[in-house]
């Protein structure tokens, strides 16, 4: 791949740039500037607009509504989304399932669920983990028997899923559930999708530590799916849970969003701390950690820009998608680490809301109101996904034959 841009990749950027500022809703950026929580509305309207101008998914194929992006324009969009701070598609639609649908769905598969996934019409939620099978997802219990119901075929699903990120807010889910026990562990899986309003689905909120309603239980009790609803072969659905879980783990990598993160911690930083013109920056030991930071992003800048072009090359992501995920969620995590020790003391009062009869936050400067709950919230990503050390076995095992 070649890293120098051409006048065309260029001119493409200008292009982004400006489509990004005359389009992107100011008031999303009002929300996000008060640390509100988004709605549903707020969190697909970027998308929305996206979806209209043919932008929303860069990484599908042309013929199921991708850009035809190449890997250096798809670079340089992510680059300009994160620098303008946009509120980005969610990825259980775009980054999730649509590539399952497109690779393994039947036709009607296809017809009925990719345009709304591209418009930011439809959300789903993925319903992979439960009590007792997150890192071992293979042992999931939801079970789905299949019965037929004048001469229709169904699966009657019961079982409980959990750390549903967002369920509340969810037109559909895609579950893996188990439709032979007799099977050996991942033979006999199958992967599922359920509408959300069906009869006998229950969501119950998990309030995370940051006070945010994110993830939730779902609980399947006698849900009746049609057959035609399961995408590829009965009991084949770790073909299609592997696949997903390589396309979402590169996407957790975050390396646009991260270099907007350092910027802005350099401009916190900057900022006089002590009244006499010294800041946390001019600080030699705090200097040194930004730094190692910086080097650390860099590099994982050169792997993600390998990986990019090993997929425009039509080769997926592999297992060096695990690679991302590690060190793109701990370099995620430091961030918050260091806008943390910015804030001092003044990270410690937390209100969601101004304190009754005051219109302004009581103590410290303004980046020190979330660095708390954006720190607290940030140590789910080396969790979700496939926690960072079950990704370090992935490593040791496939990238370095061990
Ligand atoms: C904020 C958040 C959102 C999430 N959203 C979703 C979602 O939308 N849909 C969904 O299906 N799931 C979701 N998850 C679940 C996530 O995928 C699981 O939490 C994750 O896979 C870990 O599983 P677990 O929580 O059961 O932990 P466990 O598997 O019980 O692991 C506990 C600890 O033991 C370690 N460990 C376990 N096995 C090994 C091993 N073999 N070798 C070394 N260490 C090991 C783990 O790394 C971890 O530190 C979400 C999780 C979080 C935190």
Request: net charge negative.
């Amino acid at each position: 791949m070649d890293l120098a841009f051409s006048p065309e990749d260029n001119a493409f950027r200008d292009e982004v740039r400006t489509f990004i500022a005359e389009n992107y809703p100011a008031r999303l950026r009002g929300l996000q500037e008060e640390g509100e929580e988004l709605s549903k509305e707020d969190f697909l309207a970027w998308h929305q607009i996206l979806g209209k101008k043919g932008w929303a998914a860069p990484a599908w194929p042309v013929q199921y509504g991708g850009t035809g992006w190449t890997a250096t324009q798809r670079y340089i969009f992510s680059e300009e989304s994160a620098r303008a701070e946009t509120i980005p598609p969610l990825p259980f639609g775009i980054a999730m399932v649509g590539p399952v649908i497109y690779t393994f769905g039947t036709p009607e598969q296809k017809a009925q669920h990719l345009p709304g996934i591209l418009a930011g019409t439809t959300w789903w939620c993925q319903g992979y983990s439960e009590p007792g099978a997150g890192s071992d997802l293979a042992s999931l219990r939801t079970r789905a028997e299949r019965i037929t119901e004048d001469g229709k075929d169904y699966y009657i699903v019961n079982g409980q899923k959990t750390w549903t990120t967002l369920a509340q807010h969810a037109d559909w889910g895609f579950f893996l559930v188990r439709t032979d026990a007799t099977a050996k562990q991942q033979e006999g899986i199958s992967f599922l999708l359920i509408d959300m309003k069906t009869p006998g689905i229950t969501i119950k909120p998990i309030i995370t530590l940051g006070g945010e309603h994110e993830v939730n239980e779902v609980w399947l009790d006698n849900v009746k799916v049609p057959v035609e609803n399961r995408v590829y072969e009965e009991n084949k659905g770790w073909t299609c849970a592997k696949f997903l879980l390589a396309h979402e783990r590169t996407g957790i990598a975050g390396v646009a969003r991260s270099k907007r993160g350092i910027e802005k911690l350099k401009e916190i930083a900057k900022t006089e701390q002590d009244g006499q013109g010294s800041s946390l920056l001019a600080n030699p030991f705090f200097r040194r950690k930004v730094a190692d930071l910086e080097t650390d992003l860099t590099a994982l800048e050169f792997t993600e820009l390998r990986t990019l072009a090993g997929e425009a090359s039509g080769k997926g992501p592999g297992p060096e998608s695990s690679l991302l995920k590690v060190k793109g969620t701990e370099i995620q995590q430091r961030i918050t680490e260091l806008v943390l020790e910015c804030a001092g003391n003044y990270a410690a009062p937390y209100f969601r809301e101004f304190p009754e009869g005051s219109n302004e936050y009581p103590i410290g400067p303004e980046f020190a109101h979330r660095a708390a709950p954006t720190y607290f919230n940030m140590r789910k990503t080396s969790i979700y996904g496939g926690s960072n050390e079950i990704q370090r076995n992935i490593i040791a095992k496939m990238v370095l034959g061990l």
